[in-house]
C-alpha cells in the first residue's frame, strides 16, 4: 500500500523558516517524480515544487522561487521542502504527492495527508 | 502559464440526480503527437487530501464508480456524475499537466440539495 507521511508542520513567524519532510513507502520512491502541493484554508490547490527522480529537473512555483528549495534522498525513499522568509500567503496545508512518471510532471496519483504550516506576523 | 478555470463554483443535487461541473484551461491540452489531452480531476472529501478520479480527461482510475465520467478535449471539459450519492459530496478540480508549471482549477464544490 503506498503511504505517504508528511511531517514538519506548525506556527512558525513571519520571515522564519520551516523544513518539511515526507516520508514515503509502498512503493519504488526512487523511479518516480514528486511534488509538493499546498491548499490555503478554504481555498483551491496550487502546486508548489516539483522534483525529478533522479534530482536533475525541479520547478517552482513563482511565489515561492527563490525562496523554497525541494530536495529529496531516494536511500531514505523521503521528500523534502526548505521553506525560507516566509510569509502570510504561504499559510496552508502541504501535501506531498507523487506522480505516474519519472521525470516528466503529469497526474498526482496519491496524496498524503498534509502537513500545517501557519505564518504569523 | 496555463490558466484553468471551473464552472460553477458550487452546486446543490438532490440525491440520485446529475451533477455536472465544466474546466476550461486557457489553451489547448490536447497533443497532437498523441492525441491525447492532459486532463486530471480529484475528488476532495472534507478533511482529506485528494483522491485521483481521471487522468487523460477520460481514463477512470482503478477503484472510482461508472456514474463517474470524465470528457472533453481541446480546452473544454466535463466531470459528471450520474446518480449522486451522499458520499460524493467533496471539492472537485481540473489540473493540467501539458506544460509546467502544473495548474489546478479553483475547484467546485458538490453539495447535496
Known amino acids: 500500500e503506498v503511504q505517504l507521511l508528511e511531517s514538519g508542520g506548525g506556527l512558525v513567524q513571519s520571515g522564519r523558516s520551516l523544513r518539511l519532510s515526507c516520508g514515503a513507502s509502498g512503493f519504488n520512491f526512487h523511479d518516480y517524480a514528486m511534488h509538493w502541493v499546498r491548499q490555503a484554508p478554504g481555498k483551491g490547490l496550487e502546486w508548489v515544487a516539483s522534483?525529478?527522480?533522479?534530482?536533475?529537473?525541479?520547478d517552482y512555483a513563482d511565489s515561492v522561487m527563490g525562496r523554497f528549495t525541494i530536495s529529496r534522498d531516494n536511500a531514505k525513499s523521503s521528500l523534502y521542502l526548505q521553506m525560507h522568509t516566509l510569509r502570510g500567503d504561504d499559510t496552508a496545508l502541504y501535501y506531498c504527492?507523487?506522480?505516474?512518471?519519472?521525470?516528466?510532471?503529469?497526474?498526482?496519483?496519491?496524496w498524503g495527508q498534509g502537513t500545517l504550516v501557519t505564518v504569523s506576523s | 502559464d496555463i490558466v484553468m478555470t471551473q464552472s460553477p463554483d458550487s452546486l446543490a443535487v438532490s440525491l440520485g440526480e446529475r451533477a455536472t461541473i465544466n474546466c476550461k484551461s486557457s489553451?489547448?491540452?490536447?497533443?497532437?503527437?498523441?492525441?491525447?489531452?492532459?486532463l486530471a480531476w480529484y475528488q476532495q472529501k472534507p478533511g482529506q487530501p485528494p483522491k485521483l478520479l481521471f487522468y487523460w480527461a477520460s481514463t477512470r482510475e482503478a477503484g472510482v464508480p461508472d456514474r463517474f465520467s470524465g470528457s472533453g478535449s481541446g480546452t473544454d471539459f466535463t466531470l459528471t456524475i450520474t446518480s449522486l450519492q451522499a458520499e460524493d459530496v467533496a471539492l472537485y478540480s481540473c489540473?493540467?499537466?501539458?506544460?509546467?508549471?502544473?495548474?489546478f482549477g479553483p475547484g467546485t464544490k458538490v453539495d447535496v440539495e
Open positions: 504527492a507523487k506522480d505516474i512518471d519519472s521525470s516528466r510532471w503529469h497526474y498526482l496519483d496519491y
Open positions: 489540473q493540467q499537466y501539458y506544460s509546467s508549471p502544473l495548474t
Open positions: 489553451q489547448s491540452l490536447l497533443k497532437s503527437s498523441n492525441n491525447k489531452n492532459y
Open positions: 522534483i525529478s527522480w533522479n534530482s536533475d529537473t525541479i
